[in-house]
């Protein structure tokens, strides 16, 4: 019986946060590290079956956290673009609001970063580690300085998208 897993998946639907907790970032279920387990790349510790900040124990193994295996697959969960001429004109100060919000997810939730800020043509896009930042970014953008915001979730797999658009 090879179907069961996927029939769950496509009953799922996605009203808010809480729910989305319920789906699963593939890079943290097909693998799952021994306890105690340090990241090469980050430093973050595996323990207690999630990761945390904090002092690695003596014997813990050594191996890379999902977000860092994400960052070097380069295949983001979630990509936030900014559209617009305004996105471009006031990089820095986006970058510095992004960076900001990323520092609080980040202190909570280890596996929640910024993989990459790229510009682009027409706007600025930020890729991430998870599906809970792009939200949280694209929030503090709508707030500083007005405009849209779309949200796209996609309900069969982990993976979110959000647009923001200058105010017409
Ligand atoms: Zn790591």
């Excluded at 069961?4 to 998946?9: E, F, I, K």
């Excluded at 070097?72 to 992004?98: C, F, M, N, S, T």
């Amino acid at each position: 019986m090879t179907q069961s897993s996927r029939s769950l998946h496509s009953d799922r639907r996605i009203f808010g946060r809480a729910q989305q907790d319920h789906i699963l970032d593939p890079y943290q279920v097909q693998h799952k590290p021994t306890e105690p387990t340090v990241c090469s790349g980050c430093g973050a510790v595996y323990h207690r079956g999630r990761w945390h900040w904090g002092p690695a124990p003596q014997d813990a193994a050594r191996g890379h956290c999902p977000a860092c295996r994400r960052t070097a697959d380069a295949l983001p969960a979630g990509i936030v673009k900014l559209h617009g001429e305004i996105a471009l004109a006031r990089k820095d100060q986006i970058v510095g609001l992004a960076r900001n919000e990323e520092k609080v997810e980040k202190s909570e939730h280890p596996l929640n970063r910024i993989m990459a800020i790229n510009t682009v043509e027409d706007g600025i896009e930020i890729f991430t580690t998870d599906i809970h930042l792009p939200r949280r970014l694209g929030e503090a953008v709508k707030r500083a300085f007005h405009g849209e915001l779309d949200l796209h979730f996609d309900q069969a797999g982990y993976f979110v998208r959000v647009d923001w658009h200058p105010a017409g």
